[in-house]
């Protein structure tokens, strides 16, 4: 059996700065606002933009185009330190990197990525990707959005759903219907600019968790967008968009294990301070176990993330590893958020500890990018078909 070669990885000194760099911005800009961004659903662009500049939203990206040249490693950390402190904020900062921009950045040609990365990766843009629908969710190749020819443009017409940054994004990666539905190749991604003609924000989701990142409809009605705009070949939207989801589960990893960690940090912490029958609940066994079986699932999910890492770096398969990764870490996450709560008793149901909110914002990690179901099925086949 290979050993998988990550652990390395956070021993290095640019890991270390990296992960702390993310928490220093994440305990000063996000740390005092937390609740009240949750209670009023605000989405803070402004931090977004310090975000850019400090890298972090471009982590991937070449240094040539704007970015930080950094790798999967490393962008786990970023991730994960900062949905620590604020999950909604992770969610957005991988939505923008592991989705938008770096969807530009494998299928845009030379010019287009000059054009839309060094605003992207630098935080003046923000980024937005659109392929759900009301009526496709899991079933993306039956989507109604359609993209049809007219000379040297192409009209969009449609609505997508549930779709990060759908308000405030300013650039949108956006996969259309050009041919029949159910067909694989008969679906292709487009870039579209905020401002253009016909292309709206709808609906705003007022959701259980990750309040304070934006989920909101974007709307196409006859939106005329250049044929330049066009990433890749007339067709092949929907395979792109298999291949960014690949590597974008490695980022809902990293934000269930961000959660995860941050659940269990606050139950350690907790535990050790209350006090029932005299002595700290943490020296019961019936804690203790609980706070063991949250550590060794971390563990595991941070191991699964890493290799996932690992083989991505080094130019491999990773559709069967990112889907294991993906749904161990997210289901872990939500189970050690439950248990974060209970070890909490009664405070953990109140807003004045952090468990709560992690507690809500957990399930979207089971949902986003393919739902656990979803995994399954990647995994099966995958094992099956081998």
């Known amino acids: 059996m290979e050993i998988p070669i990550m652990v390395s990885m956070h021993e290095t000194e640019s890991y270390k700065m990296v992960a702390d760099s993310a928490k220093e911005f994440a305990e000063k800009n996000?740390?005092?606002?937390?609740?009240?961004?949750?209670?009023?659903?605000?989405?803070?662009?402004?931090?977004?933009?310090?975000?850019?500049?400090?890298?972090?939203?471009?982590?991937?990206?070449?240094?040539?185009?704007?970015?930080?040249?950094?790798?999967?490693?490393?962008?786990?950390?970023?991730?994960?330190?900062?949905?620590?402190?604020d999950?909604?904020?992770?969610?957005?900062?991988?939505?923008?990197?592991?989705?938008?921009?770096?969807?530009?950045?494998?299928?845009?040609?030379?010019?287009?990525?000059?054009?839309?990365?060094?605003?992207?990766?630098?935080?003046?843009?923000?980024?937005?990707w659109?392929?759900?629908?009301?009526?496709?969710?899991?079933?993306?190749k039956g989507m109604s959005t359609t993209a049809k020819?007219?000379?040297?443009?192409?009209?969009?017409?449609?609505?997508?759903?549930?779709?990060?940054?759908?308000?405030?994004?300013?650039?949108a990666v956006v996969v259309a219907r050009n041919g029949d539905k159910g067909d694989n190749h008969g679906m292709t991604a487009f870039v579209v600019e905020r401002g253009t003609a016909g292309f709206t924000a709808g609906k705003k989701e007022n959701k259980l968790g990750m309040r304070a990142s934006e989920t909101a409809e974007m709307v196409f009605n006859n939106c005329r967008i250049p044929d330049e705009n066009r990433l890749g070949e007339i067709g092949e939207g929907f395979i792109q968009s298999m291949k960014i989801l690949d590597g974008g589960r490695i980022s809902i990893g990293a934000l269930s294990l961000g959660i995860a960690k941050g659940a269990y940090q606050a139950s350690l912490k907790y535990s050790k301070e209350r006090h029932q029958f005299g002595k700290a609940i943490s020296s019961f066994q019936a804690i203790s176990f609980k706070l063991a079986d949250m550590a060794t699932e971390i563990e595991a999910s941070e191991l699964l993330l890493h290799k996932a890492a690992s083989d991505k770096i080094q130019g491999k398969n990773i559709t069967k590893i990112g889907a294991m990764a993906k749904m161990y870490a997210s289901e872990?996450?939500?189970?050690?958020?439950?248990?974060a709560v209970q070890i909490h008793g009664g405070y953990g149901f109140t807003k004045d500890y952090p468990v709560e909110k992690f507690y809500r914002d957990s399930k979207l990690c089971t949902i986003g990018e393919g739902t656990t179901e979803i995994q399954k099925l990647v995994i099966s086949r995958d094992i099956l078909k081998n």
């Open 30 to 85: 996000l740390g005092p606002h937390v609740m009240e961004w949750d209670e009023k659903q605000h989405f803070p662009v402004d931090v977004m933009r310090i975000a850019g500049q400090l890298g972090f939203l471009g982590v991937i990206i070449p240094e040539e185009y704007g970015g930080s040249g950094l790798s999967y490693h490393e962008y786990i950390s970023i991730i994960e330190q900062i949905s620590i402190v």
């Open 87 to 128: 999950p909604s904020i992770g969610l957005s900062v991988a939505a923008h990197n592991s989705l938008c921009t770096n969807h530009i950045y494998l299928f845009g040609t030379e010019a287009q990525r000059c054009k839309w990365l060094p605003k992207l990766s630098s935080g003046e843009h923000i980024g937005a």
């Open 130 to 140: 659109g392929l759900t629908e009301h009526n496709t969710g899991s079933d993306a």
């Open 149 to 171: 020819k007219d000379g040297d443009d192409w009209i969009l017409n449609g609505t997508k759903n549930f779709i990060t940054h759908g308000k405030s994004g300013d650039i």
């Open 332 to 339: 872990a996450c939500v189970k050690i958020s439950s248990e």
